[in-house]
Protein backbone atom coordinates (compact mmCIF):
# COMPACT_ATOMS: atom_id res chain seq x y z
CA UNK A 1 0.00 0.00 0.00
CA UNK A 2 1.05 3.80 -0.26
CA UNK A 3 0.83 6.15 2.01
CA UNK A 4 0.36 10.09 1.10
CA UNK A 5 1.15 12.84 2.95
CA UNK A 6 0.85 16.05 2.17
CA UNK A 7 2.31 19.83 3.45
CA UNK A 8 3.06 23.07 2.83
CA UNK A 9 -0.39 24.48 3.32
CA UNK A 10 -0.71 28.09 5.43
CA UNK A 11 -2.80 31.18 5.06
CA UNK A 12 -1.42 33.77 3.00
CA UNK A 13 -2.62 37.04 1.68
CA UNK A 14 -3.97 37.36 -2.43
CA UNK A 15 -1.33 37.12 -4.99
CA UNK A 16 1.30 35.53 -2.62
CA UNK A 17 2.82 31.91 -3.26
CA UNK A 18 3.26 28.51 -1.50
CA UNK A 19 4.79 25.49 -2.73
CA UNK A 20 2.77 21.96 -1.47
CA UNK A 21 4.66 18.96 -0.92
CA UNK A 22 3.23 15.20 -1.36
CA UNK A 23 5.67 12.85 0.25
CA UNK A 24 4.42 8.94 -1.05
CA UNK A 25 5.81 5.88 0.03
CA UNK A 26 5.72 2.80 -2.31
CA UNK A 27 8.18 1.51 -4.99
CA UNK A 28 5.57 2.25 -7.79
CA UNK A 29 6.01 6.19 -7.14
CA UNK A 30 9.01 6.61 -9.64
CA UNK A 31 6.80 5.14 -12.35
CA UNK A 32 3.16 6.46 -11.56
CA UNK A 33 1.42 9.43 -12.69
CA UNK A 34 0.41 11.95 -10.04
CA UNK A 35 -1.38 14.75 -9.65
CA UNK A 36 -3.06 17.66 -7.29
CA UNK A 37 -6.38 17.89 -6.06
CA UNK A 38 -7.98 20.30 -4.49
CA UNK A 39 -11.44 20.59 -2.45
CA UNK A 40 -13.10 23.65 -0.85
CA UNK A 41 -16.19 23.43 1.75
CA UNK A 42 -19.14 22.80 0.16
CA UNK A 43 -17.70 22.01 -3.04
CA UNK A 44 -16.53 18.96 -5.10
CA UNK A 45 -13.12 17.53 -5.50
CA UNK A 46 -10.96 18.71 -8.25
CA UNK A 47 -8.01 17.92 -10.30
CA UNK A 48 -6.07 21.00 -10.22
CA UNK A 49 -2.73 19.33 -12.12
CA UNK A 50 -0.85 15.82 -12.99
CA UNK A 51 2.60 15.32 -13.96
CA UNK A 52 3.20 11.84 -15.60
CA UNK A 53 6.69 9.64 -15.16
CA UNK A 54 8.03 11.47 -17.82
CA UNK A 55 7.97 14.37 -16.41
CA UNK A 56 4.75 16.02 -18.83
CA UNK A 57 2.24 18.13 -17.13
CA UNK A 58 -1.22 19.07 -17.21
CA UNK A 59 -3.16 21.70 -15.88
CA UNK A 60 -6.81 22.54 -15.11
CA UNK A 61 -7.88 25.44 -16.51
CA UNK A 62 -8.12 27.82 -13.43
CA UNK A 63 -4.30 27.95 -12.59
CA UNK A 64 -2.80 28.03 -15.72
CA UNK A 65 0.01 30.15 -15.44
CA UNK A 66 -0.15 30.49 -12.10
CA UNK A 67 0.93 27.14 -10.93
CA UNK A 68 3.79 24.43 -11.90
CA UNK A 69 3.28 20.79 -10.50
CA UNK A 70 6.94 18.95 -10.48
CA UNK A 71 8.49 15.85 -8.94
CA UNK A 72 11.45 14.11 -7.56
CA UNK A 73 11.25 10.26 -7.95
CA UNK A 74 14.90 9.99 -5.78
CA UNK A 75 12.82 11.72 -2.99
CA UNK A 76 9.61 9.81 -4.04
CA UNK A 77 8.18 13.70 -3.86
CA UNK A 78 5.51 15.83 -5.72
CA UNK A 79 6.04 19.45 -5.64
CA UNK A 80 3.13 22.02 -6.37
CA UNK A 81 4.62 25.61 -6.90
CA UNK A 82 1.54 27.90 -6.24
CA UNK A 83 1.59 31.79 -7.38
CA UNK A 84 -0.54 34.28 -7.42
CA UNK A 85 -2.97 32.94 -5.58
CA UNK A 86 -6.42 33.84 -5.21
CA UNK A 87 -9.20 33.59 -2.58
CA UNK A 88 -11.03 30.73 -4.81
CA UNK A 89 -7.92 28.61 -4.18
CA UNK A 90 -8.61 28.34 -0.79
CA UNK A 91 -9.01 24.87 0.24
CA UNK A 92 -7.54 21.46 1.09
CA UNK A 93 -5.33 19.98 -1.01
CA UNK A 94 -4.27 16.03 -1.94
CA UNK A 95 -2.15 14.33 -3.96
CA UNK A 96 -3.40 11.21 -5.74
CA UNK A 97 -2.93 9.33 -9.40
CA UNK A 98 -4.48 11.28 -12.26
CA UNK A 99 -7.03 9.84 -14.84
CA UNK A 100 -6.86 7.53 -16.43
CA UNK A 101 -5.07 5.97 -13.67
CA UNK A 102 -7.35 4.51 -10.57
CA UNK A 103 -6.98 6.78 -7.66
CA UNK A 104 -5.33 4.83 -4.82
CA UNK A 105 -7.44 3.62 -2.08
CA UNK A 106 -6.34 6.14 0.80
CA UNK A 107 -6.28 9.33 0.83
CA UNK A 108 -3.84 11.36 3.13
CA UNK A 109 -4.98 14.08 5.47
CA UNK A 110 -4.54 16.75 3.04
CA UNK A 111 -3.11 20.41 3.62
CA UNK A 112 -4.81 23.40 3.98
CA UNK A 113 -4.04 26.67 1.57
CA UNK A 114 -6.27 29.73 2.67
CA UNK A 115 -6.19 33.09 0.46
CA UNK A 116 -7.56 35.96 2.11
CA UNK A 117 -6.87 39.57 3.12
Known amino acids: QVQLVESGGDSVQPGGSLRLSCAASGSMFSISAMAWYRQAPGKQRELVAA???????NYADFVKGRFTISRDNAKNTVYLQMNSLKPEDTAVYYC???????????WGQGTQVTVSS
Open 51 to 57: ITNTGNT
Open 96 to 106: NRPPPLRLLPY
